[in-house]
């Protein structure tokens, strides 16, 4: 085994995308499957951001390891912050200084294992994961990867712990994806409530159509503060996107001879909302799919700058969550668009 051992500083957000490129790239060349390869690259991003945001920055440390159950790699991630509760931060949706609290939670799930030591000034995260026994050919593994990039910025109400706002990221096929964002109405725990109850049940009903998804949803929800809500699947074979919105999170189809909005509905999931209204537009490899919480001042639309429009969705979701929001509220950003060589 060749031995490899590397640290990156993260001072600043363009340290992210160069932690999850160095993970990716030593994965790939270690033969990791690619969903492993997808999951260590989310593992990285959060807890660079992580230390970046709350830790005031600090170094992230990528080493090859070997042990019973093989090779893996282990993720080293200090900061020099004031530390935290481990149980709470790690649970979804908890946030400090504005991370993005639901990837925490990730960590530990995509994780084979994580340890979290206090250490005199700061943090420790140790997280690793192994090298999954080869099960498929690689023509079949690359079959299962999926055909999109996506790109997501989020944060809560500057000051609260926990994000009233949550997305959703599913493959139902490698060529179909089906995304949402989530605004649960508020802020504070009992609208992070409401979200991640609205996000979970996303996740799991793939099998349900968007219009009889929203109806159960909004059933689901009553008695809670309730949320609002878009969705999309994205289907590349037949060139469509199907879309469902309920209440005012902004959705917008961008392309190179410019950008539509897409159409919601009014009401609050939760609040007995009328029967949602589905849909249909067309779809191609330029397109790009941008949804939005209301704490995304539209203003991004004039102030980006276009060529962000052709970069990868995670670029401009940087861009929007760091400069176009709103002071008193949570806002969350997700982009999509076919993956391109």
Known sequence: MTPHHETIAVQNPTDVPVCRRRVAHLATAMKFPAVQVGELAILVSELAENALRHGGGGELSLVRISGERGQGIEVICSDRGPGFNPEAAFADGFSTVGSLGIGLGAVRRLADSCEVQALPQGVRITVRKWLAPASRSPAAEMSLVPRFDVGIGSRPFPGYKVNGDAYAV??????????????????????????????????????????????????????????????????????????????????????????????????????????????????????????????????WRTGVDKRLWEAHPDRLAHEIITNYTREADDATVLGIRERRP
Do not use: K
């Open 170 to 299: 599913r493959y139902t096929r490698p060529d179909q994806a089906r995304v949402a964002v989530i605004d649960g109405l508020g802020h504070g725990v009992e609208a992070h409530e409401a979200a991640v109850q609205a996000r979970q049940f996303i996740e799991t009903r793939t099998s349900l159509e968007l219009v009889p998804l929203f109806q159960e949803l909004d059933a689901l929800l009553r008695g809670t503060r309730g949320v609002v809500a878009a969705a999309a699947v994205i289907d590349l074979v037949s060139s469509r996107l199907v879309f469902v919105g309920v209440g005012n999170i902004e959705a917008v189809l961008l392309g190179p001879d410019g950008s539509q909005q897409l159409v919601s509905t009014s009401g609050i999931l939760g609040n007995r909302s009328r029967r949602p209204r589905q849909f249909e537009y067309r779809w191609s490899a330029e397109s790009m799919l941008l949804l939005c919480s209301d704490g995304v001042r539209s203003a």
